[in-house]
């Protein structure tokens, strides 16, 4: 299973690539099982064990996403977008889109409300796959992690919360028996959301794109290892000015501005890497001294830590400081 988790990723990947390009030709069952070497029979039987859905209706669901969002941030006239992403008239289209998210696309370019998008499907995911395929011993020695204070302007924070989980995936297991708090729900309503302030790009239809995890010292929180009642949370980061519509199953919060520090590594092979920078991370926070630097952790409820996981740019926890 392991290995076809890796192909089907790499036909989750090709299809955003081509979507993206407007390569409609490549987006057939029938060139991607080519690519992989298999019969569009065995790939089909293999894209639905692993992803839980057919691969017409995930292509289908990935085309709407990437055109909802040159609907809300775009000009473009809805038709040119219909046909853009391979929809045969604005009718055809108009139906498709109602379907899945409940207002025409007329309707939603007047009034983006939340929706839940398509997100990419990730089936070689990091979180799940952690320590398969690693390999080397961890080294005693953390300088692959930077580390720096910030200052961070005040802004809002979107986001569901629990007290009780004990990492990613026991949250998401937990939030997932919570009507309409499932991660795929979630992540979908977070992905429509735009002005993120930690969006890479704002247009990759990705349940990656600006949304993190975090951790809010609340007293009637989990007690941590780090030795703090915390609720975990999951959510993103927005302007203080934003006004718009707030999912009824979300909170949402003002943080002010304040100091913080970070402790940062950089870009990593989740596949052979991941468990060992997170052991790099967890020991530079444990070891690193406070002394003369005028700073320690700020303890204070309500502060929030930040939880950045990308493998592709940084791992990073981003945790509240004061002065002394």
Request: glycine letters at 8%.
């Amino acid at each position: 299973m392991y290995e076809w988790q890796k192909q089907i990723q790499i036909i989750i990947d090709e299809i955003d690539l081509c979507i993206k390009r407007h390569e409609d030709e490549a987006l057939t069952l029938q060139h991607l099982a080519h690519k992989l070497g298999y019969s569009e029979f065995h790939v089909s039987r293999k894209f639905k064990e692993i992803s839980g859905m057919q691969f017409r209706d995930y292509l289908r669901y990935r085309k709407l996403a990437f055109a909802l969002k040159e609907i809300r941030d775009t000009k473009k006239g809805i038709l040119d977008i219909a046909l853009t992403y391979g929809f045969s008239s604005n009718e055809a289209f108009t139906r498709a889109f109602k379907e899945a998210y409940g207002i025409t696309p007329s309707e939603y370019r007047r009034n983006p409300v939340p929706v839940v998008l398509r997100t990419i499907i990730k089936p070689f995911d990091c979180y799940l796959l952690s320590g398969i395929g690693e390999s080397g011993m961890m080294q005693s020695t953390t300088e692959d992690v930077k580390v720096y204070f910030v200052t961070i302007p005040a802004h809002k924070f979107l986001h569901i919360k629990n007290y009780e989980s004990i990492g990613y995936w026991d949250f998401w297991q937990k939030q997932s028996q919570i009507p309409g708090q499932d991660c795929e729900t979630i992540c979908g309503l977070l992905d429509s959301i735009k002005g993120k302030l930690d969006d890479a790009g704002g247009s990759e239809c990705n349940s990656g794109s600006g949304q993190l995890m975090a951790y809010i010292n609340e007293p009637t929180g989990r007690i941590c290892g780090w030795g703090i009642p915390l609720a975990e949370c999951y959510g993103v980061r927005l302007p203080m000015d934003y006004d718009g519509e707030i999912p009824s199953q979300m909170l949402i919060m003002d943080v002010p501005e304040a100091e913080y520090i970070v402790f940062e590594h950089g870009p990593f092979d989740y596949e052979k890497e991941n468990q060992m920078v997170e052991q790099k991370i967890e020991a530079a926070m444990k070891n690193f001294d406070f002394t003369d630097t005028g700073y320690c952790l700020d303890m204070t409820p309500d502060r929030v830590f930040y939880f950045y996981h990308d493998e592709k740019r940084f791992w990073k926890y981003v945790r509240p400081v004061r002065k002394v």
